[in-house]
Nanobody, 123 residues
Framework: HVQLVESGGGSVQAGGSLRLSCTAS????????MGWFRQAPGKEREGVAR????????YYADSVKGRLTISEDSSKNTVYLQIDSLKPEDTAMYYC?????????????????WGQGTQVTVS
């Protein structure tokens, strides 16, 4: 039974930084696509970053390139999302998700497992 647990959200001032964490359990394989999505009220869920674990490629949405960094600690089965230079428009619920492979585009429907989300509020 795969579980994803996010943490690290909070309320911050514009210009600040946050690091979100997502710890996975229940996997038998170390290779998978881990993605971070966000959803603001009234908006569609948006994929912002993905990583193919085990030292694979990283992918970023054009809208966040340069401010977000996705990384992993395989010893902890944890994926991180560092968000710098936070803007009010970054305010959203941030979700961690897992898929067997990273497709060319971050489509929520491609991700089978989801965490409960962690709220990021920027003022």
């Amino acid at each position: 039974h795969v579980q994803l647990v996010e943490s690290g959200g909070g309320s911050v001032q514009a210009g600040g930084s946050l690091r979100l964490s997502c710890t996975a359990s229940g996997y038998t394989s170390s290779r998978r696509c881990m993605g971070w999505f966000r959803q603001a009220p009234g908006k569609e869920r948006e994929g912002v970053a993905r990583i193919y674990t085990g030292g694979g490629r990283t992918y970023y949405a054009d809208s966040v390139k340069g401010r977000l960094t996705i990384s992993e600690d395989s010893s902890k089965n944890t994926v991180y999302l560092q968000i710098d230079s936070l803007k009010p428009e970054d305010t959203a619920m941030y979700y961690c998700a897992a898929a067997s492979a990273c497709a060319a585009y971050a489509r929520p429907a491609d991700f089978r497992y989801w965490g409960q989300g962690t709220q990021v509020t920027v003022s």
